[in-house]
Antibody, heavy 118, light 110 residues
């Protein structure tokens, strides 16, 4: 059974940093690109970043470019999102998901809440 | 303002057929495939349709997708109360070099 479990969310002050993790199991992690998608409270889905299976290709939304860094450790079956210079507008539930193809994400985690507030 | 445009709401009665539209441009829907997600209240999104009209295993054939030019549609036939959810379209955008989502459509089953 495919499982994706996010962790690392919490309350952080504006300008602060946070590192999210996503532990994957139940599939060959090294064979799939992975992605982060966020959802602000009461709002729609917003794609954040994607990384290819061997980390060769990395993409970011303009809203996080230069502040967030996506990475993965295939030996640990884990996906990460390093978030720096956090802003109030980064407050959201962050989901990690497996990429089936381009914009098709076939398995999602339960999400982890990031709150940026003073 | 989302890159892909969806109606904010839709509704229907049990058994009816409803459609949800998704409008984009040549850099996203016009040149890439469209995917649809269902998000039930308080849960993570679920892939409902991929590659314009393909259903993942386990998704009922009441759900269907189509694409024409720079627009796409999700159709739900035989509407059921459990279909009440938010629905999102998504596609890769060649100009932005990233994934774009629609703003979401809240479906109410009357």
């Amino acid at each position: 059974e495919v499982q994706l479990v996010e962790s690392g969310g919490g309350l952080v002050k504006p300008g602060g940093s946070l590192r999210l993790s996503c532990a994957a199991s139940g599939f060959s992690f090294t064979s799939y690109s992975m992605t982060w998608v966020r959802q602000a409270p009461g709002k729609g889905l917003e794609w954040v970043s994607s990384i290819s299976d061997s980390s060769t290709y990395i993409y970011y939304a303009d809203s996080v470019k230069g502040r967030f860094t996506i990475s993965r450790d295939n030996a640990k079956n884990s996906l990460y999102l390093q978030m720096n210079s956090l802003r109030a507008e980064d407050t959201a539930v962050y989901y990690c998901a497996r990429v089936k193809e381009a914009a098709a994400f076939d398995y999602w985690g339960q999400g982890t809440l990031v709150t940026v507030s003073s | 303002q989302s890159v892909l445009t969806q109606p904010p709401s839709a509704s229907g009665t049990p058994g009816q057929r409803v459609t949800i539209s998704c409008s984009g441009s040549s850099s996203n829907i016009g040149s890439n495939t469209v995917n649809w997600y269902q998000q039930l209240p308080g849960t993570a999104p679920k892939l409902l349709i991929y590659t314009n009209n393909q259903r993942p295993s386990g998704v009922p054939d009441r759900f269907s997708g189509s694409k024409s030019g720079t627009s796409a549609s999700l159709a739900i036939s035989g509407l059921q109360s459990e279909d009440e959810a938010d629905y999102y379209c998504a596609a890769w955008d060649d100009s932005l070099n990233g994934v774009v989502f629609g703003g979401g459509t809240k479906l109410t089953v009357l």
